[in-house]
C-alpha cells in the first residue's frame, strides 16, 4: 500500500483506489474506447465479476506506484499520441489527487476498434 505518516497518525492507500482514480482518467482520455484485459484467464474473471477496474494493474513497492493500463483505442487516432495521452492523464489524477510518486504508466494497446464504418 501506499501511504504516508504525519503527526496524526498514517494514511494509507490501497492499489484498488488508485487503480479506480487510473480507470476513471484512461476512460475518459481521447481516443479511448473500452479498457482491455492482460489474457484470456483476466478477461473471463472480468466478465464474471464486471470490476470497474478491469485493465488496470497496480504494484507499489515502497513510495513507488508503477501502473500498467491495457485499452482498447479508436481506429484512426494516432496510437503513439493517444498512449501519450493516457500516461499523462494517469500520472497527472493519481499525483493530484492521491499525493503518489508514479514512477511508471506503461500503455499496452490491445486493440483496435472502428466506431464508424464511413
Known amino acids: 500500500m501506499a501511504g504516508e505518516n504525519n503527526a496524526l497518525g ?5 492499489p484498488q483506489a488508485i487503480a479506480t482514480i487510473a480507470s476513471q482518467s484512461v476512460m475518459q ?4 474506447v473500452g479498457m482491455a484485459a492482460r489474457n484470456v484467464v483476466d478477461g473471463i474473471a472480468n466478465a464474471l465479476t464486471r470490476d470497474p477496474r478491469k485493465g488496470i494493474e497496480v504494484r507499489v513497492s515502497g513510495d513507488e506506484v ?11 487516432t494516432r496510437i503513439t499520441t493517444v498512449a501519450g495521452s493516457v ?7 493519481l499525483e493530484k489527487n492521491l499525493g503518489v510518486n ?3 504508466v ?5 486493440g483496435l476498434r472502428v466506431s464508424n464504418p464511413d
Not at 66 to 76: C, K, L, Q, S
Not at 106 to 110: C, F, I, K, L, Y
Open 87 to 93: 500516461a499523462n492523464a494517469v500520472r497527472f489524477n
Open 106 to 110: 506503461n500503455v499496452h494497446v490491445q
Open 66 to 76: 508503477r501502473i500498467d493500463v491495457y485499452v482498447i483505442m479508436e481506429f484512426g
Open 10 to 14: 498514517k494514511i494509507e492507500i490501497s
Open 102 to 104: 508514479v514512477t511508471d
Open 29 to 32: 482520455s481521447y481516443g479511448v
